[in-house]
């Protein structure tokens, strides 16, 4: 059994099981690929995978080496860029989800940078999901995520509290701070955060939990995009509270409420659970978590 058996195992349990798509994936033939199983079932005497007809379906002793491999190639990874890459030692590959990512995170790596200036830090902004995946493959170290992971193997711990606010257009007939009946929020054309970002997984949870949901009109990645046609009068949106504070102010949205709803939430950092925390991973770590009491907030300027 080597690192290229697991590598090999690895790649098809995340090819859905698919042998002919990981040989593709790894540059390799099918019959490989199947040797290498074969090879490795044979070593330990456990069937890794149920043969169903034409298709594979992961054993539970399957299961259990997943996490076993997952484990072993994160730390040989680690291994490997941190002797490959010594002279630039303390390389940090951080996610962070849209609204972190354009509001926080810079704010966070100026202040490590700070502290750490001999650190290297490679920022990946994308939507939660995608960065819960990165975190599987060991493409990040940790993420910065709005939402709740939804993938068991990782470690999620809660580092500060936010909340979405509903926004109209000043000409919709609502005045700021008016307290809506859940039938007239319903009413309402809504413009939202796309499928997959934190903003958008909070705001359908807190309307399942109320028993019913919507049909957004507009679906988008970019904050500015929803408050600028909430602005020209094309429906509402629920955004993170900081990212609308600066338009609230200059009277360009009004803020209201619904009765009933609410939409708090926590950021989150995520991990893997068997993932190896450097020392300057855990320092920035404890920067996010005490961020707030150790340096102003940041707010929103519209520049996303």
């Not at 002919?20 to 790894?26: D, H, K, Q, S």
């Not at 079932?41 to 002793?61: M, N, P, T």
């Not at 200036?117 to 940790?142: A, G, H, Y």
């Not at 949870?205 to 995009?225: M, N, Q």
């Amino acid at each position: 059994m080597t690192i290229r058996h697991l590598k090999i195992f690895l790649s098809v349990y995340r090819s859905n099981f698919n042998m002919t798509r990981a040989a593709e994936e790894l540059h390799m033939t099918q019959p490989a690929v199947s040797l290498a199983i074969k090879e490795l079932e044979q070593y330990y005497g456990v069937a890794l995978f149920d043969r169903i007809g034409k298709r594979l379906k992961i054993s539970e002793a399957g299961q259990r080496f997943y996490e076993y491999s997952a484990h072993i190639i994160s730390m040989f990874d680690d291994m490997e860029k941190g002797m490959k890459d010594w002279d630039s030692f303390g390389v940090m590959r951080v996610g962070a989800s849209i609204t972190i990512g354009s509001q926080f995170l810079p704010y966070y790596v100026k202040a490590f940078y700070n502290r750490y200036p001999d650190t290297q830090i490679k920022v990946t902004i994308e939507p939660s999901e995608r960065l819960e995946q990165k975190i599987l493959k060991n493409e990040l170290d940790f993420a910065l995520i709005e939402g709740i992971p939804h993938t068991p193997p990782l470690v999620s711990e809660e580092y500060m509290e936010d909340y979405l606010t509903v926004i109209c257009p000043t000409n919709s007939g609502f005045y700021p701070g008016q307290l809506l009946s859940v039938e007239e929020f319903r009413q309402q054309n809504f413009l939202l955060r796309e499928h997959g970002s934190g903003t958008r997984d909070i705001f359908e949870r807190v309307l399942e939990a109320a028993g019913f949901s919507v049909s957004p009109i507009w679906e988008a990645t970019s904050t500015t995009a929803l408050v600028n046609a909430v602005v020209n009068g094309l429906g509402i949106a629920v955004l993170p509270h900081r990212m609308v504070i600066g338009p609230i102010e200059r009277g360009l949205v009004i803020a209201v409420r619904v009765k009933g709803l609410s939409f708090k939430r926590k950021f989150h950092i995520v991990y893997h659970k068997e993932k190896f925390l450097t020392s300057s991973a855990k320092a920035f770590i404890e920067l996010c978590q005490n961020y707030e009491m150790d340096y102003p907030m940041p707010k929103y300027n519209g520049l996303y």
